[in-house]
């Protein structure tokens, strides 16, 4: 049978030595996460990315056009 004893090691290892192991995985894996949204596209769409560029003259109407149809359709996929 299992005496106290090795119940209170089993504890003492799972408590002192695994939990800190999630606990900094878990804190490493959000903290990457906020990393990656704060160097993201700033917030803006693409639509938005694509309206910029067409005024800068950096693409042309159809292009725009072309991006502008494509987001649409992206945002209404999302939504279903």
Avoid at 10 to 38: G, T
Avoid at 53 to 64: L, M, P, S
């Amino acid at each position: 049978m299992i005496g106290t004893t090795k119940i209170m090691m089993i504890f003492v290892v799972i408590v002192l030595q695994i939990l800190p192991i999630i606990v900094i995985s878990y804190l490493v894996c959000k903290y990457l996460i906020n990393k990656n949204k704060a160097h993201g596209a700033e917030g803006k769409s693409a639509l938005d990315i694509a309206k910029e560029k067409y005024a800068k003259g950096e693409i042309t109407k159809k292009e725009k056009m072309i991006k502008h149809i494509i987001y649409v359709k992206s945002v209404k996929e999302k939504k279903v």
